[in-house]
């Protein structure tokens, strides 16, 4: 039960703060009071300072790879990340208006690999309440970058996904995101753009579960189908989000939503606890991710029983990373064992 109400405040409500609007609905609506924080988070410090990796993004002479490379590897780093989503249309005049979702975090984005043609960064959050002596550690999303690949594995709606070749290759780099438990999330295609001073990547249309923000309060529909633009800053990066939400058994199109993630570099914040954990289970993650991809290269499509935190399906994998972080040596086989058969007994269909 600690382990479901810590991940409810991290995910759904990271650290509340008094609420503000970029744009909204026109005057004659009435005003809808934003959802999505309930917590109150310990004041951090912004560096204003270009960043060492920015510096090296912006390096003269470097190839077209190298420097999307470096793009990537930007992303890493100390934040202060903030979430806001706004309904901007609603195609169903009769439909309810959606409340604004705001909220934000301190969050590590590390390094987890890096090579030529294949960058992940994983992302701790780490979080300090005002009143609560001890930090929040929990273990994020994850995206991994993979540079001409040959196939992505796609969300086809139900939980399901499936394996699908990508053509037209040339300077391609796919992002793959995985959720917290390092199940398959969605993945999209795009080319890296550098200029006029900012680096940029924007996605073709994807399909994708529907976030826990939503997911806590919306039934009427299944399914975000979007775009996301990656750009990177010298202070830090922003992830933009143009999704349509669709309800998959009529087809119709209920609303389109904006989302920005803005990611801006910290100074003079303790990520310790949230290194400790990363180095302490990665081992057993990357036992997790390895199943994953067994699955994906044997079967090609797969279905899971439920979504996999509306089901709570991460839940196991969670308590046996927590007794790594707590201490515990790690087993390879043992813990290879233990994934295969969790993944066999609670999550597949």
Known sequence: MRLILMLMV???????EPKQFIFAWPLDQDAL??????????????????GEAWKRLTEPGLTA???????????????????????????????KPDAP??????????????????????????????GVNEPMVVRHWRQEWRYQADALLAYEGMNTWAR????????LWTQTVLQVDDSPRYAASGRWQHAGGISSWISD?????????????????????????????????LQEENNLKISLNN??????????????????????????????????WAEVRAAWRELEQGRGRFSVRAPVDQGQLFIPFFDYAQRLADGAPFDREAARTFVRRTLQNDYLK
């Open 10 to 16: 991290c995910f759904a409500a990271q650290a509340a």
């Open 33 to 50: 009071k934003p959802r999505g924080a309930t917590t109150r988070g310990a004041p951090v410090t912004l560096d204003p300072v270009p």
């Open 65 to 95: 790879q190298e420097r999307d490379r470096r793009a990537i590897l930007a992303m890493a780093g100390p934040y202060r990340v903030s979430f806001d989503f706004l309904e901007v249309v609603r195609y169903d005049p009769a439909l």
């Open 101 to 130: 979702y705001q909220s934000w975090g301190t969050e590590y984005v590390f390094v987890s690999e890096d090579r030529p043609d294949f960058v992940a960064l994983q992302h701790i959050l780490v979080m300090r309440m005002v």
């Open 164 to 171: 699908r070749s990508l053509k037209d290759k040339s300077g």
């Open 205 to 237: 249309e994807t399909w994708r579960p529907l976030p826990r923000r939503e997911f806590s309060v919306r039934k009427d529909y299944d399914v975000l189908v979007g775009t996301n633009r990656h750009t990177i800053t010298p202070q830090g990066w």
């Open 251 to 284: 087809g119709k199109h209920l609303a389109r939503e904006y989302g920005v993630a803005r990611y801006e570099r910290i100074r003079d914040y303790d990520f310790g606890p949230g290194e400790t954990y990363f180095k302490r289970t990665e081992p057993f």
